[in-house]
């Protein structure tokens, strides 16, 4: 069984779409073994989101990321990385797969609903800024 990590953002809690995401996920086989929900401060998003220091989109992420509360949750599967970005779908919503979750319900490149592990060690890092502080 491996692990992942999914962050429902702002545009999707804003939208009362937090069952429907998890729903989508427990369909998919994904057990959730850990959730919360919270408000991310501008430095967590930051830290967050450190990969992107220096990019023109930064500040504009950090800012979407703290205008509402998101919700992490630590996925288990077996392959769970990459079933589950085969089940959000490609960034831009525009160029995500029929059926998956950004096709659905995403509404933009940064409005884009979910955030998933994009390998397993990003996955191990990113749980562990949730959940192992």
């Known amino acids: 069984m491996s692990k992942t990590l999914l962050i429902i953002k702002p545009d999707a809690t804003g939208r009362n779409l937090i069952g429907h995401i998890i729903s989508r996920l427990e369909k998919a086989g994904f057990r ?5 929900m919270t408000a991310l401060t501008e430095e967590q998003a930051r830290r967050f989101y450190a990969v992107h220091e220096g990019k023109p ?41 029929c059926g998956t979750i950004r096709q659905e319900i995403a509404l933009d490149v940064q409005c884009n609903s979910v955030h998933a592990s994009d390998s397993e060690e990003n996955a191990a890092k990113e ?6 502080s």
């Open 32 to 36: 959730i073994s850990a959730m919360i």
């Open 57 to 97: 989109f930064l500040d504009d992420l950090v800012k979407f990321m703290t205008s509402d509360r998101v919700v992490p949750m630590v996925l288990e599967k077996e392959n769970a990385v990459e079933d589950l970005r085969t089940l959000i779908g490609a960034t831009n919503p525009a160029n995500a797969a």
């Open 127 to 132: 749980i562990a800024f949730f959940f192992e």
